[in-house]
């Protein structure tokens, strides 16, 4: 087995060639209180994302407006308390720039969830309230996407979605 030098923080240490995985992060042995209490809620987080993926496997899939907004909300909590639990120290500054996003993100969820009637009976035709949720949602996913697949991703998806406000046409109509 090949080993290799790591430099980190003016330390020279040889490296095993392991790579720490979420599971080995989540079941540290070394953990205080409150990080062990936010490992067994990012546990709980991926065993109702894997209760939730399997039950739709098992008994079929719901309907698309349900079973998308499920998996956005949970995957989004999920990438914003997992980069609370790899920070070194948990202050407010780090729970606000990711223990908010993970909160908005299973708000926007309930919000969905409970109006979802209403919403369908609506269906294009949207109240202040859907708007204001619909951009704090596309807010939240630009900031998971830039958190899990870096600048690019996000500086690609911008542009898609300032294009769409562009009127190509020069005329009245944004056909």
Known sequence: MERNLMIDENKVAID????????D??????LGGRRLILGL???????????FQ????IFGAYEGQIQRPVHLALFMFFIFMYSIFREKKITILVFLKSGLPAILSLV??????????????RMGIAEPKDFFY??????????????TAGYAVVIVATA????????????DSRA
């Open 25 to 30: 992060d989540l079941f540290d042995k070394h």
């Open 134 to 147: 619909g951009i704090v949602l596309i807010l939240l996913v630009l900031e998971a996407t830039r958190r």
């Open 16 to 23: 095993n060639g392991k790579k720490r995985t979420v599971t």
């Open 54 to 57: 399997l039950r739709v496997g």
């Open 41 to 51: 809620l990012i546990f709980s987080t991926i065993v109702v994302i894997s209760w």
């Open 108 to 121: 926007i969820l309930y919000y969905y969830i409970s109006n979802y009637y209403e919403l369908m009976l």
């Open 160 to 171: 898609f979605i300032l294009y769409s406000f562009i009127d190509v046409t020069n005329g």
